[in-house]
């Protein structure tokens, strides 16, 4: 009676590898679809406050990014530990804003002025003082929709 | 002549590929979070005419440099900032400027306190050394206290516009989702006129 009999016992059948790479690749897809490049470098620390009455920002081509926090470390020597404003990729002054704003604008088409909003995305330990000196340049340079950047969450995480 | 078999690929090493690209992809990925508190920033020029605001209808809020808060010059706990904001903005003790009474305010209409939800202002004052997170915490409580009364209305008169069980982030969010079904100018109105009953004033100084 072969016909029942057991096959050769001992190595275990080695696990079909073949769908890997769909495995894989679906992955990849997701991760590509789902990929942001950043646009800026940060050079700062940037720990974002929590709030809950948040509203999304639309239309990511149509946002004027500020960063504010202090250097982070490989920074630290150079630039000392109070906090700072970062406008694309440089430290910058308040006094740079304007000019910056100006130049947002300058390379956006001309009906999409109006609806530029500024996002101030502030490193949670920084103090008022700088946020409210960037406050008045926008209102100097006429650029008032802003928007606080928060994560999502309870505001007892701030703390 | 015997057929020839094209040669088969060895697609072994493309799972390598795939997993070189796929870590690539891990590493430079940021899930951006693009959402915050949206404010408008006054205009900068300051109409000389000194508006005559009466004190009963300022409702001042301090941060000073320590993150202590103070709320009408008493000591407040974060948490009770939110209930104190409703307490005030819906008190309707008054008239508006058109002398008319605020009907759906549900407040304890005291005298002292603020005349209507259009006449009355916060006043966010903070300093130099206050922390951005205990400001926006504060501004948050804030935007809460109008959303909470915004809500409410919204879920009183949206029934009668035939938007039912919406309250007033689900309006707005609807409003400008394109696929939503309803009936779109119908809402604007809603939204509108919610906006305009409990609109929102809030002045910041900077000490």
Redesign the interface.
């Known amino acids: 009676m072969s016909k029942f009999k057991k096959k050769k016992g001992g190595d275990l059948p080695a696990v079909n590898t073949a769908s890997l790479p769909d495995i894989v690749f679906m992955l990849l897809f997701f991760f590509m679809v789902a990929t942001v490049m950043r646009e800026d470098t940060l050079m700062i620390e940037n720990r974002l406050p929590s709030a809950d009455q948040i509203e999304k920002l639309e239309k990511k081509n149509l946002v004027m990014y500020i960063y504010v926090g202090k250097p982070s470390s490989s920074y630290k020597a150079k630039y000392g530990d109070e906090a700072r404003i970062q406008l694309n990729d440089k430290f910058a002054q308040v006094t740079d804003i304007q000019a910056f704003i100006a130049a947002e604008r300058a390379s956006k088409r001309e009906e999409e002025i109006p609806y530029l909003t500024t996002s101030l995305r502030v490193d949670k330990e920084a103090n008022m003082g700088i946020v409210g000196d960037i406050k008045q340049e926008l209102r100097k340079a006429n650029a008032l929709k802003l928007n606080y950047t928060t994560t999502q969450g309870d505001v007892s995480n701030n703390n | 002549m015997a057929k020839r078999s094209a040669p088969e690929v060895n697609?072994g090493s493309?799972?390598d590929i795939?997993?070189l690209?796929?870590i690539f992809?891990?590493v430079?990925?940021?899930?951006?979070?693009?959402?915050?508190?949206?404010?408008?920033?006054?205009?900068?020029e300051e109409s000389e005419e000194d508006v005559v605001i009466k004190q009963k209808n300022i409702f001042t809020v301090l941060?000073n440099g320590k993150d202590q808060l103070l709320v009408e010059d008493e000591l407040m706990e974060?948490k009770d900032l939110r209930a104190a904001a409703v307490e005030f903005l819906d008190n309707g003790g008054g008239e508006n400027a058109d002398g008319q009474k605020c009907d759906y305010c549900k407040g304890k209409r005291d005298p002292n306190s603020s005349d209507h939800p259009d006449k009355a202002i916060i006043s966010l004052a903070?300093?130099?050394?206050?922390?951005?997170?205990?400001?926006?915490?504060v501004?948050?409580?804030l935007?809460?206290a109008y959303?909470e009364l915004r809500n409410r209305r919204a879920l009183e008169i949206g029934p009668q516009q035939g938007f039912r069980d919406m309250n007033f982030i689900e309006m707005q969010k609807n409003y400008?989702d394109v696929n939503w079904p309803g009936n779109r100018k119908k809402l604007e109105e809603v939204i509108d006129q919610i906006k305009k009953e409990y609109p929102q004033k809030l002045s910041e100084v900077?000490k």
């Open positions: 697609a493309m799972a795939a997993f690209l796929l992809f891990l430079t990925t940021t899930m951006e979070k693009d959402s915050g508190i949206s404010r408008k920033l006054p205009p900068m941060l974060l903070n300093n130099r050394e206050t922390s951005y997170k205990a400001y926006i915490s501004q948050n409580e935007v809460g959303n400008k900077l």
